[in-house]
């Protein structure tokens, strides 16, 4: 973890939060997706005319990472639907560090120490600090819809981590891999939309076109320096350093959409980042 790679990493959480909120700004979930699917789409095929073709070990790879990021997208426009985005980011996002570090040890051998092990279990007790305090429906009871789709997405967000995290390396070439992974899953959604709104869906994209294609280019720069420092160093400390994106997303959440943060949910981050932190440091 040189200073290089935590920098780029910080700056890939700080442009997925806002790339995130951009989405959330949108109000229908359907033509935010479609702009910044397509839209990452028609960049990544201008990368993949002038980027050398990943490995053939990669594919297989590719080709799962795009089914998950596809189960990815459906699931985090259901969590913004349902609930806060101060609220279901942190919990789609928090998860994802705790599923890697566990996933990571299993299937790609890099087992944790006892530091990463005390992380984990403190951005625990911060996870659920976070889902517990406000996500509520009418009455006072936990919003489990909101919950489980947000819970749902950080399991999707940690699966395909770790396939990219071994695909990339198998490629040879980090940005031939983040722009045929983009072509791959970008085309599912927009061809969705297009299905339900046919001659009606330009209609719907062009007044959000601005905003959905910023998110586009935001979203496919964020995940490309994820990638990249994947290629230099271990998958769990990347994932958490990447999940500082949690407190950008608090943040953006109290300021641009007024929502309330409120002195538990703080002491709940505040679990999840020292969480992190740990986890960061171990590794």
Same mark, same amino acid.
């Given at each position: ?31 935010? *997706? ?11 095929? $201008?990368?993949?005319? !002038? ?6 070990? #990669?594919?297989? +790879?590719?080709? &799962? ?14 969590? *913004?639907?349902?609930?806060? !985005? /101060? ?19 299993? !299937? ?11 992380? $984990? ?12 305090? %406000? ?14 789709? &947000? $819970?749902? =997405? /950080?399991?999707?967000?940690?699966? +395909? ?25 970008? =085309?599912?959604?927009?061809?969705? #939309? ?8 330009? &209609? ?52 641009? *959409?007024?929502?309330? !943060? %409120? ?19 171990? %590794?």
């Amino acid at each position: 973890m040189t200073p290089l790679i935590v920098a780029a990493v910080l700056l890939a959480a700080v442009t997925h939060a806002s790339w995130n909120a951009l989405a959330h700004t949108i109000k229908d979930q359907l033509v935010a *997706f479609t702009l910044i699917a397509g839209g990452a789409t028609a960049m990544a095929a $201008v990368l993949v005319c !002038f980027s050398p073709v990943p490995s053939a070990g #990669a594919w297989p +790879y590719l080709i &799962a990472s795009a089914i998950l990021h596809v189960g990815y997208q459906a699931l985090l426009m259901r969590s *913004f639907s349902l609930g806060d !985005f /101060g609220q279901m980011y942190p919990i789609a996002r928090g998860t994802a560090p705790l599923v890697v570090t566990v996933l990571a040890a299993a !299937f790609v051998g890099e087992t944790p120490a006892g530091a990463q092990t005390a992380g $984990v279990a403190v951005a625990s007790a911060g996870l659920v600090g976070v889902a517990l305090w %406000g996500i509520r429906g009418s009455g006072s009871r936990p919003h489990w819809p909101a919950l489980l789709a &947000a $819970v749902a =997405t /950080g399991l999707s967000i940690a699966a +395909y981590t770790v396939v990219d995290g071994v695909g990339v390396r198998e490629s040879g070439t980090p940005v031939g891999y983040i722009a045929w992974l983009m072509v791959l899953q970008g =085309t599912l959604i927009p061809a969705y #939309a297009y299905a339900r709104h046919r001659n009606r869906l330009w &209609a719907r994209l062009r007044p959000h076109a601005a905003r959905g294609l910023l998110g586009a280019a935001m979203s496919i720069s964020a995940y490309a320096l994820v990638l990249w420092a994947q290629t230099r160093a271990p998958l769990a400390p990347i994932a958490a350093l990447r999940e500082s994106s949690i407190i950008v997303g608090a943040a953006i959440g109290t300021l641009l *959409f007024k929502e309330r !943060f %409120g002195g538990p949910r703080l002491v709940a981050a505040g679990l999840m980042v020292l969480g992190i932190g740990l986890m960061l440091r171990a %590794g």
